[in-house]
Each structure stands twice: as structure tokens, then as C-alpha cells.
């Protein structure tokens, strides 16, 4: 069975920085593109960061660049974001997914080209 499970998730300060990592198992990812969503209440689900494979680079949303960054670990079937000057305006559920079928980080903004989502976890800022 394929699972996406978060971790990392908490309360912080603004200003202050996590790291959320997100473990596949079941299958391998190293092939997929993988991405980063968050939630907040009474708002729509939306693009946070996404990394490709095999050179597709990354991307990110306009209101988290240069504050966060994408990685992977292929060894370990494991995606980080880590979060760094963050707002309270970051507060959100994460969810991290799995795109199957697109190598390039600059093609998965769309949630509906993920197949694979975790069933996230909480960040919370406080001002």
C-alpha cells in the first residue's frame, strides 16, 4: 500500500523555522515529482513548492520564495521543505503528494496531476 506520511509540523514563532519531511513507502518515488500543499481554514488548498526528478528542477510559489526550499532524498524516499522567516500567514495544514507522471517541477503546480497525498500535518505561527 502507498503511503505519504508528514512530519515536522508544530508551533512556531514568526520569524522562526521548521522543516516538514514527508516519507513514502510502498513504492518507490525516486521517478515522480513530488510537492508541497498546505490549507488553510475556510481557504482553498494551495501550490506551496514542488521538485522534479531526473534534472526537472524546482518550483515555488511566489509567496514562499526565498523563504522556503524543496529537497529530496531519493535514498530514503523522503521530501523535506524546509521553512524558514515564517509568517503567520504560513499557517496552514501541509500536505506533501506525488506526481507519477511529470518529471518537471515546473509543470506541477496543478494538484490534480498528483495521484499520491499524505494526509498532512499542522503548522501553526504565532504573531
Known amino acids: 500500500q502507498v503511503q505519504l506520511v508528514e512530519s515536522g509540523g508544530g508551533l512556531v514563532q514568526a520569524g522562526g523555522s521548521l522543516r516538514l519531511s514527508c516519507a513514502a513507502s510502498g513504492r518507490s518515488f525516486s521517478s515522480s515529482g513530488m510537492g508541497w500543499f498546505r490549507q488553510a481554514p475556510e481557504k482553498e488548498r494551495e501550490f506551496v513548492a514542488a521538485?522534479?526528478?531526473?534534472?526537472?528542477?524546482?518550483s515555488y510559489a511566489d509567496s514562499v520564495k526565498g523563504r522556503f526550499t524543496i529537497s529530496r532524498d531519493d535514498a530514503k524516499n523522503t521530501v523535506y521543505l524546509q521553512m524558514n522567516s515564517l509568517k503567520p500567514e504560513d499557517t496552514a495544514v501541509y500536505y506533501c503528494?506525488?506526481?507519477?507522471?511529470?518529471?518537471?517541477?515546473?509543470?506541477?503546480?496543478?494538484?490534480?496531476?498528483?495521484?499520491?497525498w499524505g494526509q498532512g500535518t499542522q503548522v501553526t505561527v504565532s504573531s
Open positions: 521538485i522534479g526528478w531526473s534534472g526537472g528542477g524546482t
Open positions: 503528494a506525488a506526481a507519477s507522471f511529470y518529471h518537471l517541477a515546473s509543470l506541477l503546480s496543478l494538484s490534480q496531476r498528483y495521484d499520491y
